[in-house]
């Protein structure tokens, strides 16, 4: 027989929805899906990043995978420049190659202030909505912005809405972060607390547990092998996105290195980069065989 009492919640499944609305609130309110850790790469002129992007545009997922692998081998990392990419390795190239694009035409044309005005005035009429009307209200402008749209993100203003009690009922509790200088700790709270009602956790049950869950040695992710293969101690880390995506200063330091320097060595080294003739025959036979 199992252990009588309430079951603890599925960790993988709250940080999963955690890490979902984090990215909605945050694209509601600032225009972009998490925070960014680099400033845009001063070392271009507005002619160079143009060149840049339209470079990128016509760059294969094949290219851009083989670049981005010989970047990290000339870096110390050991790659295997020979071996052919798989689906996923693909998508994920296509993905990384368009949100670089979509951030650098970003520093080409900023966003007009009026629009960055507009998502911040939905996002504050929502996490200071007190009624259903005014919740209902504020999502359905929330839903409306064209880049949730584009993005498939309306099904969160919907989540929202059709959750409005328990919204509210986190909001009134009185560890909501109130402070006209903690917005973060606000988006984070709501992200939290929107991430246990979907998972039937009550919503300041997963606030908690969230908040203070172990992201050292003996957390629910923390990583001691990758495959067969058993992690150095030096090396063992924890795998959840907070840990992931939330890079520490002296990683950011190095980014903003990157963002300088590493555009100009990809692209150097993309132009110089051939894909053999067998990974192109079997991506066009991948393709056939969807149809």
């Not at 507005?46 to 981005?68: F, G, N, Q």
């Not at 520093?107 to 005005?117: H, I, K």
């Not at 992690?231 to 890079?247: F, G, I, T």
Request: proline share 8%.
């Amino acid at each position: 027989m199992g252990k009588r009492g309430p079951k603890p919640p599925d960790f993988g499944l709250l940080m999963s929805w955690e890490f979902e609305f984090y990215k909605a609130f945050h694209l509601l309110r600032d225009g972009q899906l998490l925070p960014s850790n680099t400033p845009p790469p001063s070392g271009f002129k507005p002619p160079e990043l143009r060149r840049v992007v339209e470079a990128l545009k016509r760059m294969s997922p094949e290219v851009y995978w083989l670049t981005s692998r010989r970047v990290a081998n000339g870096l110390g990392e050991n790659v295997n420049l020979h071996k052919p990419p798989v689906s996923m390795d693909l998508a994920w190239a296509e993905r990384q190659k368009a949100e670089e694009i979509f951030w650098l035409e970003r520093t080409l044309n900023p966003p007009r202030v009026g629009a960055v005005a507009k998502r911040r005035k939905v996002w504050n009429d929502l996490f200071r909505a007190n009624t259903y009307a005014a919740l209902r209200k504020a999502c359905g402008r929330w839903a409306q912005l064209p880049d949730i749209r584009c993005a498939g993100m309306t099904p969160f203003p919907q989540h929202v809405v059709q959750n409005a009690a328990q919204f509210l009922f986190m909001k009134r509790n009185k560890r909501f972060p109130r402070s006209n200088y903690g917005d973060e700790s606000r988006l984070e709270y709501l992200a939290r607390g929107m991430a246990g009602v979907l998972c039937g956790v009550s919503p300041m049950t997963s606030i908690e547990r969230l908040r203070n869950m172990n992201h050292g040695s003996g957390g629910p992710f923390w990583t001691t092998h990758h495959g067969d293969h058993v992690l150095a101690s030096r090396d063992q880390y924890c795998a959840c996105w907070r840990c992931r995506v939330m890079k520490p200063r002296e990683i950011e330091r190095l980014s903003r290195t990157w963002c300088e320097n590493g555009l100009k060595l990809f692209m150097g080294l993309a132009a110089a980069t051939k894909v053999p003739r067998e990974w192109k025959a079997m991506r066009s036979e991948r393709i056939s065989s969807q149809f």
